[in-house]
């Protein structure tokens, strides 16, 4: 008997769940995380005159105020490289693409994929070429912990890596 999970799902809901029910220690209003861009989808790309394709769908954006996105987070539930094997941890090109493509589209300054902590592996930050004030960051939570005992260690880090 086994029990199987998509964990990619499992990781995304539950990093999402947990930001938007702890907004006010974040100091953010509950309305400003949109889970799924609820309410904020967009698409790549446009016909002239024509509908949409390609909808852009992150894992979670949260705004400044109305209409303004600050920060666009996108959970990959992948076992990353140490740094001394890989200078890109196995970061692969399409899922740089594809947080480039919410930077430019939700036009947000700090643009984040989170990854679960893997020891060997450090945080990274970038910025778009040529758009100095759009970061994108490759970031790491620990999640070898108990969340029961350790609720608001974990708490203090999500902060740190996505607020400050």
Known sequence: FSLLFPM???????IARFIKKNSDFFG???SSVHIQAEGKRKWLL?????????????????????????TVLDTKWK???KDIEDSKNGVSQADMYQIFAYAKQYNSSKNIMLFPKVQGVTAKDFYVDGEEEKQISISFVNLNRTLFKEKNEFKEELKEIIFN
């Open 8 to 14: 990619n799902i499992l990781f995304e809901e539950f």
């Open 28 to 30: 953010i209003k509950r």
């Open 46 to 70: 446009r016909k002239p005159n024509g509908p949409g394709k390609f909808r852009l769908k992150p894992d979670l954006i949260i705004e400044n105020r109305p209409g303004e996105i600050s």
């Open 79 to 81: 076992r990353l490289r």
